[in-house]
């Protein structure tokens, strides 16, 4: 299986594929606390994480920001006390590419990091 954390983003164009319906279907069997929406017109994923306050959720929300600079690709965030809800999707190409994929496996690292 891929192990979509360790891959490299590339710069998305508006012409650019969206992932492969395999693609997602073998994110998704490895990583099922992902789920697949459709969503104003788009396909998206996107996880809840849950927390036991307000400040620990800042924090992972900070993290996802850090990944989500680094790489240039902003995904929707939503912070309340005890949850981080973070959606990804290819806005350029209205759908999930490889790069949401690659990205949304760095948050959970980031979350597994933070609740060790």
Not at 21 to 44: C, G, V
Not at 46 to 62: C, P
Not at 75 to 84: A, N
Request: hydrophobic share 35%.
């Amino acid at each position: 299986m891929t192990n979509y954390s360790e891959k490299i983003c590339e710069a998305c164009q508006p012409d650019a594929d969206p992932a492969t319906n395999e693609e997602i279907i073998e994110f998704l069997s490895k990583n099922s606390d992902w789920s697949l929406i459709q969503s104003d017109d788009a396909k998206k994923i996107e996880r809840i994480y849950k927390f036991k306050n307000f400040r620990d959720a800042l924090e992972f929300t900070n993290l996802v920001g850090e990944v989500a600079e680094s790489e240039g690709h902003h995904p929707q965030i939503i912070t309340e006390w005890g949850s981080v809800l973070v959606r990804w999707w290819s806005h350029k190409i209205g759908n999930i590419h490889v790069n949401d994929l690659i990205l949304a496996a760095r948050c959970d690292q980031r979350f597994e990091k933070l609740q060790a």
